[in-house]
């Protein structure tokens, strides 16, 4: 596949795509199944969900990729493309890639309800390409960042099976790009109290640090997944189990 591949015109994906393209491929973003097409991308800025199958399924980020207009016109009516990582490495391939403009202002403005330039997400908004690439895409590798933590990256699917391993009865999550804090502590107790009030037996804790991209000033991943490896060793979560699971999404600072 990747030889195909190498013959395909080819598209390079920004950090924040290739996470994406790792949001996809584990399924996170299901039952969307590639970059999204004008059609869905107008679904999701303009009624928060996609229409599946005649139901709507909550959507409320696009999940797009930009291109320039020298790229739009190198793929051009390509029956399939190679996205490929800033180093040049194929990392997936877009089966009849959809082009439309990006519409930035109306993204960041249904997006966020702002359209300033100052939010740093709307920023990278304007910096992309000015057209938009849409279609289903099929990775061709596992996405790794081998910086030492790529082992706490599991899939949705690995997490189920370790919470069935675990024998959990009950699994609650708390999601965040920040060290954890005395108030985000107490939130986590008390939820794991009050599960065991109604009668679980086996309430496990998914600690879920963001580990995909963040603005230049918040506290990086490493030290964060230190700081959660310090405060689950010093039994801050009492006798609730934990397990320590990074989700590799960008940050949209959306509230």
């Known amino acids: 596949l990747l030889k195909a591949a190498s013959k395909l015109k080819k598209l390079t994906l920004s950090e924040e795509e290739l996470q994406w393209v790792h949001v996809l491929a584990e399924?996170?973003?299901?039952?969307?199944?590639?970059f999204m097409t004008e059609a869905q991308y107008l679904q999701s800025t303009h009624f928060e969900h996609l229409v599946v199958d005649g139901e709507f399924v909550p959507m409320p980020v696009p999940i797009v990729k930009a291109c320039s207009a020298k790229e739009k016109a190198e793929i051009e009516g390509a029956d399939e493309i190679a996205l490929v990582a800033a180093d040049g490495s194929i990392v997936a391939t877009m089966a009849k890639p959809e082009i439309y403009e990006h519409?930035?202002?109306?993204?960041?403005?249904?997006?966020?309800?702002?359209?300033?330039?100052?939010?740093p997400y709307i920023k990278m908004i304007n910096e992309a390409g000015d057209w938009l690439v849409g279609g289903k895409i099929k990775v061709l590798k596992?996405?790794?960042?081998?910086?030492?933590?790529?082992?706490?990256r599991l899939t949705p699917v690995q997490l189920q099976a370790k919470f069935e391993e675990m024998?959990?009865?009950?699994?609650?999550?708390f999601q965040l790009r920040n060290p954890v804090h005395n108030g985000h502590a107490l939130l986590m107790q008390d939820?794991?109290?009050k599960l065991k009030a109604k009668g679980y037996k086996k309430p496990v804790l998914w600690l879920s640090p963001l580990g995909g991209w963040t603005k230049?000033?918040?506290?990086p991943l490493k030290t964060r997944m230190d700081q959660h490896h310090a405060?689950?060793?010093?039994g801050v979560f009492g006798d609730t189990p934990v397990v320590l699971a990074i989700?590799?999404?960008?940050?949209?600072?959306?509230g």
Do not use: C
């Open 167 to 173: 024998g959990a009865d009950a699994v609650f999550v």
């Open 231 to 234: 405060i689950i060793k010093n």
């Open 247 to 254: 989700f590799p999404s960008p940050m949209i600072y959306a």
């Open 191 to 193: 939820t794991a109290a």
């Open 142 to 152: 596992a996405i790794t960042y081998n910086d030492g933590m790529d082992q706490y």
């Open 216 to 219: 230049d000033d918040d506290v």
């Open 103 to 119: 519409r930035k202002e109306e993204r960041a403005g249904r997006t966020f309800g702002i359209t300033h330039g100052g939010h």
């Open 27 to 34: 399924g996170w973003a299901s039952p969307l199944d590639g």
